[in-house]
């Protein structure tokens, strides 16, 4: 079984002659001023936690966007910084982007083009040349950081996500000694959804510069080589799941990401996890005699409205849950720049409100909705309390929050209701699976979660369980790495 000590093993044995690079989007350590104070701060990310143990062991450097107020007080001359701040093993380095980059790049291009075109929820995406300007000079700013880093010395480029298809390019045309990855974390679409790009072959020019590429599952990977095969010149080999433009040949892999199995059991038990129920007990009162939770970013993706109009419906099906249920939705505001996150959010609260109308006497109303972040102690907390939990999204590379909840259930209770249209729906077989846009269906999954017989609902759970404790976060990180491992470097380098 992958552990993170059997993970910092093979890079310690494999990898100690080579250099390291991550390049993500998002910063591992943000500094903030608080109350005239630097303060430190975590983010709550799946993809940190992913490669967080990765940066330990390596101790290379992790190139992100320097987004905190205090960021740029704290770097050095070169805009690094040793990290974590109590015992530094990996070097940050920082990139600046102006606004106008920012908003071009990130808000514009990735998050109001690439976003919706990937994910199938109908929502349509934009597409402003000024945007894939920002976007385009965006990469090429991170690639003058790679350079940097790397110097001459051997080393291993891993690129995060899709605020990155131009750089792989970028980087072999300017070192072609650089072996590089990327990691695809949301959905690739079919060939004629992402027919609709307007730049497509330039964007996939840029991803084929790397040497692996890797999709949380075989379908994403399938998706990825027939737009490939019909979009630009190359030569695709389905079997072998790899293809050759100009004399390069790149590897496409799938990588089911995953969690730290083995910390979310241990912390879920932890002492302030107890206290934590109980004051949401008291907060929710009485009358949650059956909790429903939902808790994730506020995102068109997550298929939000879709559940409310379930309860709302599963009410009125099954009266004999009135003044008995309780859902509790927390939503983290996102990207509330994008005027497509504005209308959910409006979108939810009105909702919300309409069912509550409906529903509610002096002592019950149904949905309880908290638009606010909350921090993993209290997410551990709901998780334990409630009797199901909700992962509705219309479309998701693989969703962590599902696994979270597995993971947060040492007492092998509650039910998990899973979106057929999550990687995580792949692995996690013995959730009770729904499609989401089928509100029926997806009410009858919650009917079916509180009156499951106690000892179907541990069977599920311990397989569940059993299943995530193999598939960790540090086998996804040993089999990426593993296969990178096989990439020779030049002699001449």
């Not at 990401?257 to 129920?277: C, N």
């Not at 509610?360 to 993993?376: A, M, Y």
């Amino acid at each position: 079984m992958w552990t993170r000590q059997t993970l910092h093993d093979l890079i310690s044995n494999k990898m100690a002659d080579y250099r390291f690079i991550v390049v993500a989007n998002r910063e591992p350590f943000i500094h903030r001023y608080v109350d005239d104070q630097v303060a430190v701060i975590k983010p709550a990310s799946g993809l940190v936690t992913a490669i967080d143990p990765i940066m330990d062991s390596s101790g290379g450097t992790w190139i992100a966007h320097g987004s905190g107020d205090a960021d740029r007080d704290v770097v050095d001359e070169f805009d690094r910084i040793r990290v974590p701040p109590d015992d530094p093993t990996y070097t940050l380095r920082r990139v600046w982007l102006t606004r106008e980059q920012e908003r071009g790049f990130y808000y514009g291009l990735a998050n109001e083009g690439l976003w919706p075109l990937c994910h199938v929820t109908f929502s349509q995406p934009e597409f402003r040349s000024e945007d894939w300007k920002m976007y385009r000079e965006v990469n090429q700013l991170y690639a003058d950081a790679v350079l940097q880093e790397a110097g001459n010395d051997p080393t291993f480029v891993f690129i995060q996500d899709y605020h990155f298809c131009l750089l792989p390019r970028m980087l072999k045309n300017a070192n072609s000694k650089l072996i590089v990855a990327q990691f695809w974390h949301i959905p690739w679409p079919n060939r004629e959804v992402f027919r609709a790009f307007p730049w497509k072959e330039e964007l996939l020019d840029g991803m084929l510069g790397n040497d692996l590429i890797g999709f949380h599952i075989r379908y994403h990977c399938q998706n990825f080589l027939d737009t490939l095969d019909r979009t630009i010149e190359a030569r695709v080999d389905t079997d072998r799941f790899q293809v050759t433009r100009g004399g390069h040949t790149s590897m496409i892999r799938e990588f089911p990401i995953s969690i730290d199995f083995a910390e979310h059991v241990a912390l879920s038990q932890a002492p302030e996890v107890d206290t934590a129920m109980v004051r949401w007990k008291k907060r929710l009162g009485r009358t949650a005699e059956v909790l429903g939770v939902g808790i994730e970013r506020l995102d068109y993706s997550k298929g939000i409205p879709q559940r409310l109009r379930a309860v709302d419906f599963l009410l009125e099906q099954r009266p004999e849950l009135q003044r008995r249920l309780v859902f509790l939705q927390v939503a983290a505001p996102s990207r509330s720049h994008i005027p497509a996150y504005r209308k959910i959010e409006d979108d939810v609260e009105n909702l919300v409100e309409e069912i509550n109308f409906r529903w509610k006497d002096r002592n019950w109303q149904p949905i309880v909705f908290l638009k606010e972040h909350h921090g993993p102690v209290d997410m551990m907390a709901l998780h334990r309390l409630a009797q199901f939990c909700v992962v509705s999204s219309l479309h998701d590379g693989m969703n962590l929050v599902a696994k979270e909840f597995v993971a947060n259930r040492a007492d092998n209770d509650g039910v998990l209701i899973l979106s057929e249209f999550t990687g995580s729906a792949r692995e996690l077989t013995d959730a009770v699976q729904v499609n989401p846009f089928a509100i029926h269906e997806l009410a009858d999954a919650m009917h079916r979660a509180v009156t499951m017989p106690p000892d179907e609902r541990t069977r599920r759970m311990q397989r569940m369980r059993e299943h995530l404790e193999l598939h960790n976060v540090y086998r996804w990180g040993g089999k990426v790495l593993s296969e990178l491992l096989k990439f020779d470097f030049p002699e001449n380098i």
